[in-house]
Nanobody, 124 residues
Framework: QLQLVESGGGLVQPGGSLRLSCAASGATLDYSAIGWFRQAPGKEREGVSCLNRRGGSPYYVDSVKGRFTISRNNAKNTVYLQMNSLKPEDTAVYYC?????????????????WGQGTQVTVSS
C-alpha cells in the first residue's frame, strides 16, 4: 500500500516562503500522478498543483501561478511544493495525493492516495 507523509508546514509572515515535502513509501511504483491540494476553514478542498510522475507541464490553480512551483525527485520518491510570496489567503491544510494513472483534472476525486496534511499559516 502506498503511504504519503507531508512535512514542512508552519507559520510564516506574508511575503515569506515555505517548501512542503511529500515522501512516498510502500508501493511507490503504483502511482503515475501526484498533486498538492489545500483546504481552508469553511471552504472546499481545491487542487493547487498537479504533475505526472514522468514529467510534462504541471497544472497550477490561478491564484498561485507565478508564486508556487511543484517538483519531484523520483529517485527519492519525494514531491515538493515551493511556496513563495505567501499571502494570508494561502492559509490552509495542505495535502499531497497520488493517482495510479495520469491525471485528467487536478481534482481530489481523481486521486486515490492521500497524506495526513500539514498546516500552513500565513500571518504577521
Amino acid at each position: 500500500q502506498l503511504q504519503l507523509v507531508e512535512s514542512g508546514g508552519g507559520l510564516v509572515q506574508p511575503g515569506g516562503s515555505l517548501r512542503l515535502s511529500c515522501a512516498a513509501s510502500g508501493a511507490t511504483l503504483d502511482y503515475s500522478a501526484i498533486g498538492w491540494f489545500r483546504q481552508a476553514p469553511g471552504k472546499e478542498r481545491e487542487g493547487v498543483s498537479c504533475l505526472n510522475r514522468r514529467g510534462g507541464s504541471p497544472y497550477y490553480v490561478d491564484s498561485v501561478k507565478g508564486r508556487f512551483t511543484i517538483s519531484r525527485n523520483n529517485a527519492k520518491n519525494t514531491v515538493y511544493l515551493q511556496m513563495n510570496s505567501l499571502k494570508p489567503e494561502d492559509t490552509a491544510v495542505y495535502y499531497c495525493a497520488a493517482r495510479r494513472g495520469s491525471y485528467y483534472t487536478c481534482s481530489g476525486t481523481d486521486f486515490n492516495y492521500w497524506g495526513q496534511g500539514t498546516q500552513v499559516t500565513v500571518s504577521s
